[in-house]
């Protein structure tokens, strides 16, 4: 990668093996990959309990044993970031029937204390996680594949669009660039992820100019707008 040095990377979208049912690499490995490519942190996202989450599947336990589970891959990187110096953060993405949003900001404890999170509404998961100080992010809007029903915009109860998701290139690059105009029509923030569930595959990053030493940090520079620009191989 060669990616100008003096700007900080970051990864917003990434599943473990441990917290999603279609992740291939565990979150200890990944840190590794994303330290050798020069980003200073990574944001684990793995599918909420409404998705395709590990612990959705975990019929019998209680809430703490599956929130216990659906945490671990990000521990686990978490853990090994902070032996080698990357940066790792939580944050969740959530399925609606194939809408799947980016939550960002909150953390094991809050999970703990809200189990309601799970089941409700769109509306209602974004006044949750804004009670909390959290942002939510409509991950590939414009996305279509056989487990997404139909394509249902909520531009009211997000903060900001993934305009750029990376894996969404190697299905259809149009994907993309309807979710570029629909963030700019709706004068929406604008991110950018892998959506990475094996390291080795394509990645893509959200560079800035100082480093984020927080999820706040992340929050705050997006829906405030600070200067930051995306990065993939090739670009
Ligand atoms: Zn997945
Ligand atoms: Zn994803």
């Given at each position: 990668m060669s990616k100008d040095m003096r700007e900080f990377l970051y990864e917003t979208h990434l599943h473990t093996a441990e917290g999603s049912?279609?992740?291939?690499?565990?979150g200890a490995e990944y840190v590794h990959t994303y330290k050798e490519a020069g980003y200073d942190g990574i944001i684990v996202t793995d599918h909420f309990f409404n998705g395709n989450?590990?612990?959705?599947?975990?019929?019998?336990?209680?809430w703490e044993e599956k929130v216990d589970v659906f945490c671990s891959g990000y521990e686990q990187a978490k853990e090994a970031g902070e032996k080698i110096g990357l940066k790792v953060f939580f944050g969740w993405e959530s399925g609606y029937a194939g809408t799947e949003f980016l939550v960002y900001g909150l953390t094991k404890e809050w999970l703990l204390k809200h189990?309601?999170?799970?089941?409700?509404s769109i509306r209602k998961q974004y006044e949750l996680v804004h009670e909390a100080g959290g942002m939510v992010i409509h991950a590939h809007p414009f996305r279509e594949a056989p487990y997404i029903a139909e394509i249902r915009l909520e531009p009211e109860y997000?903060?900001?669009?993934?305009?750029?998701?990376r894996a969404n290139e190697s299905r259809n690059p149009v994907f993309n660039k309807r979710a570029y105009r629909y963030a700019k029509d709706n004068d929406l923030p604008m991110t950018c992820g892998s959506?990475?569930?094996?390291?080795g595959s394509p990645v893509c990053a959200m560079c800035f100019e100082k480093p984020l030493h927080s999820i706040e940090d992340y929050i705050n520079a997006v829906c405030k707008r600070k200067k930051y620009s995306f990065y993939t191989e090739g670009s």
């Open positions: 049912a279609c992740g291939k690499t565990p989450s590990v612990a959705r599947f975990m019929e019998f336990a209680t189990p309601e999170i799970v089941g409700c997000v903060d900001g669009v993934e305009v750029y998701n959506d990475i569930h094996q390291a």
